[in-house]
């Protein structure tokens, strides 16, 4: 299995710009994770799917911030307009059937805004 | 909010086991303790989990004690490859909702 797939690696934007991260979880799992990482902040959630419906969104920092699941096998964070302090390490993980307990990530997008 | 408490960093030399303690003094019954390492520049990763019984798999060991108020992780011969930040987690097995606090910083030392 290739894991979670997350596109780009690595993105550098502008402010004002809208960015969008790409996620394509492990074939079979059900729940779905977008995860931020900063320095000041560490890791945190920022929103989960089961079955593609959004569950807790409650992490979502402003209304900046979206995420969509249109399929079992691919998912959206996008940030319309982004700003220097969306600067972070956007991670995506998936879990299997049965609940969220085990979570295998992605290698994570680099996100820079200028 | 993390409901764990770990020691922000330590060293291991290479060979030797690697012991890293977590207290989660206010786990409910129904929460499991997990364990995540995240290799500089990589996503975490999952090594193990316990509800209240030790376990051990082919990465490592998990001790809980009985009161369920701590836990260590031992990674039995560490190695270099094993230098990463370590973290402990406790959730429902449900587990949708991890907090991953800041982790203990691991460094093995040649």
């Known amino acids: 299995d290739a894991g979670v797939i997350q596109s780009p690696r690595h993105e550098v934007t502008e402010m004002g710009q809208e960015v969008t991260l790409r996620c394509k979880p492990i074939s079979g799992h059900d729940y779905l994770f977008w995860y931020r990482q900063t320095m000041m902040r560490g890791l945190e959630l920022l929103i989960y799917?089961?079955?593609?419906?959004?569950?807790?969104d409650s992490g979502m920092p402003e209304d900046r911030f979206s995420a969509k699941m249109p399929n079992a096998s691919f998912s959206t964070l996008k940030i319309q307009p982004s700003e220097p302090r969306d600067s972070a390490v956007y991670f995506c993980?998936?879990?299997?059937?049965?609940?969220?307990?085990?979570?295998?990530f992605g290698a994570g997008t680099r996100l820079s805004v200028l | 909010d993390a409901k764990t408490t770990q020691p922000p960093s330590m060293d291991c030399a290479e060979g030797r086991a690697a012991n890293l303690p977590c207290n989660h003094s206010t786990i409910s019954g129904n929460e499991y303790v997990y364990w995540y390492r995240q290799i500089h520049s990589q996503g975490p990763q999952y090594i193990i989990h316990?509800?209240?019984n030790n376990e051990t798999n082919e990465m490592a060991s998990l001790i809980i004690t009985e009161d369920r108020k701590s836990s260590t992780l031992i990674l039995p011969h560490a190695t270099l490859r094993d230098t990463a930040v370590y973290y402990c987690i406790v959730s429902p097995n449900t587990g949708n909702q991890f907090y991953f606090g800041t982790g203990t910083s691991l460094t093995v030392i040649p």
């Open positions: 316990g509800l209240k």
């Open positions: 799917f089961n079955n593609n419906v959004p569950i807790d």
């Open positions: 993980a998936s879990s299997p059937p049965g609940g969220g307990s085990i979570q295998y």
